[in-house]
T-cell receptor, first 114, second 115 residues
Framework: AQSVTQLGSHVSVSEGALVLLRCNYS??????LFWYVQYPNQGLQLLLK??????LVKGINGFEAEFKKSETSFHLTKPSAHMSDAAEYFC????????????FGPGTSLSVIP | DVKVTQSSRYLVKRTGEKVFLECVQD?????MFWYRQDPGLGLRLIYF???????EKGDIPEGYSVSREKKERFSLILESASTNQTSMYLC??????????????FGDGTRLSIL
């Protein structure tokens, strides 16, 4: 069965500092991995998606994530945090077909300190 | 642009009432999903549908049912609302394509309170 863990339910960074949000997954098949962001009072929107074409994936708003099979990780990073990055971030995993369920992690709330 | 619209942002209902949550997408997506979101638990799948008049149970279907009479509309029904169904409900849709799972597009959610 597939599962996702996100280390740290709350992360605080200073404006301009590196953002690192951790995601580890378990999957018995080659996974598809996603990061979504949720701003207050909104639904989730896709930040980026890993599909095995490249291990380093670039997303919107300056975020990127690196797929490391040996570590079963897909951590999200951004070199310099902005106040507008404050939000809830969800890592998700699925199988390789459109009929596979997507499993979401519990989420990490990011605070950016001015 | 892609649009998933949930009929209500906030809803207050009473215990025992039958509650309908509506979701419409304008992207001609085959897949539609209903999740509930609770603090610390992430998103939990209630029901999903791959096609009109088709439905599949997710991880927590008890106390809920769904209806998909048209491709663009997916309704979630709380048969007899209870206080433990107070939550944020999110609708999503996605395409069915070969070559990989497609990202889901979400509505803004309905915050439902059962008193």
């Amino acid at each position: 069965a597939q599962s996702v863990t996100q280390l740290g339910s709350h992360v605080s960074v200073s404006e301009g500092a590196l953002v690192l949000l951790r995601c580890n997954y378990s999957s018995s098949v080659p996974p598809y991995l996603f990061w979504y962001v949720q701003y207050p009072n909104q639904g989730l929107q896709l930040l980026l998606k890993y599909t095995s074409a490249a291990t380093l994936v670039k997303g919107i708003n300056g975020f990127e994530a690196e797929f490391k099979k040996s570590e079963t990780s897909f951590h999200l990073t951004k070199p310099s945090a902005h106040m507008s990055d404050a939000a809830e971030y969800f890592c998700a995993v699925s199988g390789e077909t459109s009929y596979d369920k997507v499993i979401f992690g519990p989420g990490t709330s990011l605070s950016v300190i001015p | 642009d892609v649009k998933v619209t949930q009929s209500s942002r906030y809803l207050v209902k009473r215990t025992g009432e039958k509650v309908f949550l509506e979701c419409v997408q304008d992207m001609d997506h085959e897949n539609m999903f209903w999740y509930r979101q609770d603090p610390g638990l992430g998103l939990r799948l209630i029901y999903f549908s791959y096609d009109v008049k088709m439905k599949e149970k997710g991880d927590i279907p008890e106390g809920y049912s769904v209806s998909r009479e048209k491709k663009e509309r997916f309704s979630l029904i709380l048969e007899s609302a209870s206080t433990n169904q107070t939550s944020m409900y999110l609708c999503a849709s996605s395409l069915i394509r070969t070559g990989g799972n497609q990202p889901q597009h979400f509505g803004d959610g309905t915050r439902l309170s059962i008193l």
